[in-house]
């Protein structure tokens, strides 16, 4: 069994900084691109920040500049570090990863944690 779990969410003001990680446990022989993705209310799931397993990342425009995605391959952990935050970055984040598991394989979910920011 895989599993992703996410921490670091919270409630900060408008033009503070909040750091969420990401842990991926489990069964798991490797773990290839993990990303983060968020959904607000009444609105899709969307793309933040993705990143192989050699560092190669990219970002929704809406976020460039302000958020910085990074991992740790030895920890099967991805970060990411939220600058500048907006209110409009108020969401639901989840992690999602690409694993390769000793009993299942496939694209996994966490449970999200929620980003709350007040203007």
């Known amino acids: 069994q895989v599993q992703l779990v996410e921490s670091g969410g919270g409630l900060v003001q408008a033009g503070g900084s909040l750091r969420l990680s990401c842990i991926a446990s489990g069964s798991i022989f490797s773990v290839n691109d993990m990303a983060w993705y968020r959904q607000a209310p009444r609105s899709e799931r969307e793309l933040v920040a993705r990143?192989?397993?050699?560092?190669?990342?990219n970002y929704a425009d809406s976020v460039k500049g302000r958020f910085t995605i990074s991992r740790d391959n030895a920890k099967r952990t991805i970060y990411l570090e939220m600058n500048s935050l907006k209110p409009e970055d108020t969401a639901v984040y989840f992690c999602n990863a690409d694993v390769i598991g000793t009993l299942l394989s496939g694209n996994f979910w966490g449970q999200g944690t929620q980003v709350t920011v007040s203007s």
């Open positions: 990143i192989s397993t050699d560092g190669v990342t």
